[in-house]
Structure formats: structure tokens, C-alpha cells
């Protein structure tokens, strides 16, 4: 009778020897070839659409925000009070000294040219002067269906060019400051791209020694990255998921960083495999084996930890949770597959020039290595187990003090992009001359009958500068509102003009005292909205200021949602893997507080090394979904060896045999990964640099102190009883 161990082919049996007799060899190669032919045909295809994704993409901060949330439901009814949906933009003219009617002769000329250029509305404000009489400002529109970027661009060249000697012209508003994101963005395609993929090219470089493998293992990351792309981008058209600059990014990083991670995993399954069986078809056969249940449970882990985030309110994170597990899948399918194929078709030329060669003495209970690093690290560990995992768990612990350090409530806009902004240079400019909430005003929307009241309420706020109502008449054309009415701009004794009333609602416009991206233009908002929810008016309050916070307030909710029930649900997947329940609480544990040092360390960086401003809400929860999920990769890696091992040899010399086996391959992981996400950092968005500096640290905190130190020592000194309540919990040790 004959084992399905007899069938795969045993070490120095004929069918290790030859291959299995019942696959012809065409046959082998056939299916090995068809299947690197469909990962072709796929990256052929794909390929072009990485030029194509700001197609599909948006980076406008209310299309993420819940439908519940009261800035999402101002943004819908604004588009009953005007016929476009166009996006303001300010034009801002600054002097040292006063300027002359000369002066605002050719600026009004100046402005006048600006709806020539496309994409550009035809309706704008008349220029207005500063009380200063320093400054003067304009407002437009730009079409939301134009290149916002390539119009901003247009109207500043314009006005660069025209300028009155003596003065400066600058482009803010809601407009500038979405150009200044799609151009921080622009990198990703390129930059972010070949940056990646040189600095993990380079690791594979250092760690095989050869220049096919890292190529094979460099192509199965980017043909993953590229039909995943594929995938996401027809979701994307279709309106199935929602894509931005961020989640491109980190799909980018994810795919190539995961990808290459299972790929080693593969590669140092099929090397073992190549020494201990001379036929490459049962080499194949045996490592894709032994590397499917770690590379899928890994994977499965990093999805279901990404999948909790559509438990989000905000549409950014709960649409990152599907495009990313849709990466990860191409990933676990291109690392099974395509690099298995590649290496089959090559054999041990794929590791020239240190070809593995085939040892017929070789078996599964061969001795592991006992020298080299990770031989010294696990001799190491048996003389001082104990020392060792609680020294590195009090060092995690002193990190971690550094969390209470971080400021996570939220960042101004005008801070977002870290390299030079016109945007902000403009809203600068803005604020030294007028109300620093010009341009991106708060938007009330209230009833007919409610009207007067609620804008006594708004005039009467000290954070308030002034407030208009929307009038018949053309878009955007607005009135000043009193305590008296309505204001007219005809002559005296006119009847002052009626507010464009829709379904009995009226719009307000508030223009706030600060910056509407400023602590204190959020107070005021915050302030207002419970003064009107005190007055009984129904009235709502949307616009820039209202969309940061509740962005900030929908970010919160679910970071204290969201973290929990990833904590459970990588601990049930744990538990099936590993058959126990003690093992799996020590590994979950030991990844939340790596985590919490890593997060400690960057708050200490954040605040006293890189001076940034704050930090997004969001940064710790995508930190933790991405090092929990990604950090217990390598813990899967190592216990489901030393499972494999213990089943053998026994928990203690398991321990030791699965650390100097899986040693180097994970390290090398741990490596790529970091690097992958430290490229993350090319883009100057403080977000994604915020969560470049956590994952990549967190990993190589993960990597080379509790998966190297800590959890072999703690297993070490526990011994059989990790496995509890499994079978294994009972066996006797042989230490």
C-alpha cells in the first residue's frame, strides 16, 4: 500500500530521482510553461494601466467621508443650490506698500484673461481690496470634470506673468491645495515604483548571490502588482471600490513587499528540497507543498486584518481593506504559481553560480547547520532562555512609553504635502491681509423660516468674519448678512435681493476668522454646530473645516473599533494553524507590544528629529493593521517550522532546528518588506511618510528582536507545554 509520502517521491527514492513516472516530462514542462504564459499575457495587459489610474482615482477628502456624516450631506445639497459642481480657487495679489488704482487696473485685466484658459468657469467675484490696502483677491471656479492640476498650474503662469511690478501673485483655495496633492501623488507611478524595486533588487542581490533568482523573484512581484492593478482599476471604473493617491500607493508597496516575501519563503523551500531530491519535478512538487499552508495562512492573516477595515465609516480605509486583500491574492497566486513555474523551467541554474547539489543521504531529519549566525543565535538562547525573553520584552515596554508622546488628533491641510506648496504660500499670504478663512468658507445650510436666526448666530460668533446667503441671480453670487436682513449691493432705498430658496432650504456662507484648516477654525465649527443644535434650527455645516473634522472624529471611531477586532480575528486564524491556544496568545501579544514600541519610537521621532505638525487619526490604526498582519507573518513563518519540526524532534530542539532553518529567509523578508514600505517615503505626503516610518521599523523590530530573540526564548523556556491544549502540550521533551 502506498502512502501519499510514497507518491510525492522520498528523499533518494527513483521518483526523487526522475520525477513521477506518471507525469510525462512534456507534460511537466507544458504546464510549467502555459502557466508562465497566462502571468505574460496578464502583465501585457495590465502593464499600460499603471499610466491610466488618475483616471479612476480622487483624491477629494469629502467623497470618503460616511454618507451619515454631516459635511457629506451639506456636500450632497449643494448641488441643488448651483447648477456645477465646481471647485473654488483664490487668486491673491500682495504689495509692500500700498497699492495704486493703477495697480488694480492690471489685476482686474490680469483676472479678466484667466477664463480663456480651460477648465477655468466663466463666473468669478469682482477683485476686491484689502482693508490694508496691500492686498487684493478674486474667487473662481474651476470645472470638477478638468485636470484641476494642469489648471492651477495654467492660472499661475498666467498671473506670474501679468503681475503689476511691485506685487505677487498667488493660487489658493480648495483647487490649489487639491493640485498640490495630485502633483505629491504624481511620483507614484515612477518614483515610488523604481525605488521600490531597486532597493529590494539589491537585497535579493546580498542574499543569493545571484542574478537570475533575484530576477525571477523581482518578476513575480511585479507581474502580481501589475494584475492586481489590472483588477483594481476595472473595480475602480465600474464604482465597485474607491481609489486615491494613498491606497494606490500602499497597494504598490503592499503587492511587491508581500509578494516577495512568500517568493523567498518558496525559493528556501525549493533549495532544501533541490538537495534532497535530484528530479526538479519532485522538488517542485514537495516545496510548493510544504509552502502552501505557511504563504496561505500568512496571506489569509494579512486579509482578514485588512478586511476589518470595512468595519470603517470612512471610505478611504473601509475601500483600502478590499484593494489591498486584492493584491495580497495576486501575490499568495503569483508566489504558488508563476515563480515555482520560472524556477522548474531553470532548475538549479535559477541559483548559479551556487548551484544546491543533490545529496542522497539527505532526509527531513538531516542535522540543521550548526554554524552561522542563526546556528549562535539558537545556542545562545538554550544557555539563557529565560534572560533573554524577559531583557527584550522590558526593552519593548521602554519603547512603547513614547505612545503617550504621539499627537494623533488631526493635521492642517496646508501641512499634508511636505515639499514647497503653493497652496499654503497663498493661504499665508491670505491670511496676513484678510480673514484667513477666505476662500474656503463654511457652508449652512438651513431652513427658509430659520434663516435670519441662524445667521445671527453665525455673525455673532467671535470665529466668524463675516457671513452672505446665496441670491437668485447666477452661481456663487451672494448677499452680506446682518442682524438686520439681507444687505443689497444696489443703490440706497432698494429693495435688498431674495435668497435662492431649494425645497425651502437656504445656503450661508460663513467666512471664519482662521485658517480653515487651524485648531481654531475647527473650535469654531465645533462651537456652532452645538449652538445650532441648542436653537432647535436643524441647520447643517459643511466645507473644508466641517470635512476635517468629521474625517478626524470618523477616524477615531474607527481606530478603536477596528484594532480590537483584528486582535481577535488573527488570533482564531492562529489557533486552527497552530492547533493551540497558548501559542497563539503569545504570538498575538508579543506583535501588539512590538507595535507599541514601534509606535512609541515614532512619536519620539515625529515630535523631536522630524518636527512634523501632528499626526492623521488613521496613522495608528493602518500602522497596526499593517504590523500586526504583516509582523505575524513572520511569526507563522517560524511556528508553523517549529510545529513541523516539534512533530520530529520535540518542542525544544524544534524551537532551535525551525530558528536556524527559517533564519535567514526571514530576516531577508523582514528586510525587503522594510525597505518596500521605507520607499513609501519618496512621496511627499506626511501620511504616507508618517506609516513608511512605523511599518518599516516596526518590521525590523519584528524581525531581528521578537521573532529572533524573544519568541524563541519564551517557547525555549516554556517547552511542550506552548502547544496547550493540543496533544503536543503532553508529549515528553527531549531537550
Known amino acids: 500500500m502506498t502512502t501519499r509520502q510514497d507518491r510525492l517521491g522520498k528523499p533518494g527514492s527513483r521518483s526523487s530521482r526522475t520525477g513521477d513516472p506518471r507525469v510525462p516530462a512534456w507534460l511537466r514542462v507544458t504546464l510549467a510553461i502555459v502557466v508562465i504564459v497566462i502571468w505574460f499575457a496578464g502583465a501585457a495587459i495590465g502593464g499600460p494601466y499603471f499610466g491610466k489610474v488618475s483616471e479612476v482615482s480622487s483624491n477629494d477628502q469629502t467623497t470618503y467621508l460616511p454618507e451619515s456624516a454631516e459635511a457629506t450631506q451639506v456636500q450632497h445639497l449643494l448641488g441643488t443650490f448651483n447648477t456645477s459642481d465646481a471647485i473654488p480657487v483664490v487668486v491673491v495679489f500682495t504689495s509692500e506698500a500700498r497699492l495704486t488704482e493703477a495697480h488694480i487696473d492690471a489685476m482686474n485685466a490680469a483676472v479678466a484673461t484667466l477664463t480663456s484658459i480651460d477648465g477655468v468657469g466663466s463666473d468669478m467675484s469682482p477683485l476686491l481690496a ?21 489648471a492651477v498650474q495654467a492660472i499661475s503662469k498666467a498671473l506670474k506673468a501679468q503681475a503689476p511690478a511691485g506685487t505677487t501673485a498667488f493660487v ?72 486615491s493617491g494613498q491606497t494606490q500607493g500602499i497597494l504598490f508597496i503592499l503587492v511587491i513587499g ?66 489591498a486583500s486584492i493584491g495580497i491574492v495576486f501575490a499568495m497566486l503569483a508566489a504558488l504559481s508563476l515563480l515555482p513555474a520560472v524556477l522548474f523551467v531553470f532548475g538549479r541554474s535559477a541559483f548559479w553560480p551556487k548551484r544546491p547539489r543533490f545529496d542522497p543521504t539527505a532526509t527531513d531529519d538531516s542535522p540543521v547547520p550548526t554554524t552561522g549566525l542563526w546556528a549562535r543565535i539558537a545556542h545562545f538562547i538554550v544557555r539563557r532562555p529565560r534572560n533573554i525573553w524577559l531583557a527584550t520584552t522590558l526593552l519593548l515596554i521602554a519603547g512603547a512609553a513614547g505612545v503617550t508622546q ?146 478626524n472624529d470618523a477616524s477615531i471611531h474607527d481606530r478603536n473599533l477596528i484594532i480590537p477586532v483584528v486582535l481577535a480575528m488573527i488570533l482564531l486564524i492562529l489557533m486552527v494553524l497552530l492547533r493551540s491556544v497558548l501559542a497563539p496568545v503569545l504570538l498575538v501579544v508579543s506583535t501588539v507590544v512590538s507595535f507599541g514600541t514601534a509606535l512609541g519610537v515614532a512619536a519620539i521621532m515625529f515630535n523631536h528629529v522630524f518636527d512634523f505638525p501632528g499626526a492623521d487619526p488613521a496613522v495608528p490604526l493602518y500602522g497596526f493593521v499593517f504590523l500586526v498582519a504583516l509582523g505575524i507573518d513572520y511569526n507563522i513563518f517560524l511556528m508553523t517550522r517549529v510545529r513541523e519540526e516539534t512533530l520530529v524532534h520535540g518542542t525544544r530542539r524544534g524551537i532551535l532546528r525551525g530558528l536556524s532553518v527559517t533564519g535567514g529567509v526571514i530576516t531577508s523578508a523582514g528586510l525587503v518588506l522594510a525597505a518596500t514600505f521605507a520607499a513609501l517615503s519618496v512621496i511627499p505626503i506626511l501620511f504616507l511618510v508618517q506609516i513608511a516610518f512605523i511599518v518599516a521599523f516596526g518590521v525590523l523590530l519584528d524581525t531581528f528582536l521578537v521573532r529572533a530573540l524573544l519568541i524563541p526564548a519564551l517557547v525555549y523556556d516554556i517547552g511542550p507545554k506552548v502547544w496547550w491544549p493540543s496533544k503536543l502540550s503532553h508529549r515528553k521533551d527531549e531537550s
Open 172 to 243: 489658493t483655495g480648495p483647487a490649489a491645495f487639491i493640485a498640490d496633492l495630485t502633483q505629491a501623488f504624481s511620483g507614484i507611478d515612477g518614483i515610488l515604483l523604481m525605488v521600490a524595486l531597486v532597493a529590494v533588487f539589491v537585497i535579493l542581490i546580498v542574499v543569493y548571490r545571484s542574478l537570475l533568482l533575484p530576477i525571477a523573484v523581482l518578476m513575480t512581484s511585479v507581474f502580481a502588482l501589475t494584475v492586481a492593478l489590472l483588477t483594481v482599476w476595472w473595480l475602480a471604473k465600474a464604482g465597485v471600490v474607491l481609489l
Open 406 to 551: 504621539l499627537d494623533a488628533q488631526g493635521v492642517p491641510q496646508s501641512d499634508l504635502v511636505l515639499t514647497s506648496s503653493g497652496a499654503r504660500d497663498g493661504q499665508e499670504a491670505l491670511g496676513k491681509h484678510f480673514p484667513a478663512g477666505g476662500g474656503s468658507p463654511a457652508y449652512v445650510i438651513a431652513d427658509e423660516d430659520h434663516l435670519q436666526q441662524v445667521a445671527d448666530l453665525l455673525v455673532t460668533h467671535a470665529g466668524v468674519d463675516n457671513v452672505t446667503v446665496l441670491i437668485e441671480g447666477m452661481d456663487y453670487v451672494t448677499a452680506p448678512m446682518t442682524p438686520d436682513g439681507i444687505v443689497g449691493y444696489g443703490p440706497p432705498g432698494a429693495a435688498p435681493p431674495e435668497p435662492r430658496v431649494v425645497d425651502g432650504q437656504v445656503l450661508l456662507q460663513a467666512t471664519l476668522a482662521d485658517a480653515a484648516d487651524s485648531e481654531q477654525a475647527q473650535s469654531t465649527i465645533r462651537q456652532l454646530r452645538d449652538d445650532i443644535a441648542e436653537s432647535s434650527t436643524h441647520a447643517l455645516i459643511g466645507g473644508v473645516t466641517a470635512t476635517a473634522i468629521d474625517t
Open 130 to 150: 484689502s482693508d490694508d490696502g496691500m492686498a487684493a483677491q478674486a474667487f473662481l471656479t474651476i470645472d470638477s470634470g478638468a485636470s484641476v492640476g494642469d
Open 258 to 323: 508581500a509578494a516577495t516575501d512568500y517568493s523567498l519563503l518558496y525559493v528556501a523551500r525549493y533549495r532544501e528540497e533541490l538537495r534532497r531530491n535530484e528530479a526538479r519535478w519532485a522538488a517542485t512538487r514537495r516545496a510548493l507543498r510544504r509552502s502552501v499552508e505557511p504563504i496561505l495562512a500568512s496571506g489569509g492573516t494579512v486579509i482578514a486584518g485588512l478586511m476589518c477595515l470595512l468595519l470603517s465609516d470612512l471610505k478611504s480605509n473601509s475601500t483600502l481593506g478590499p484593494v
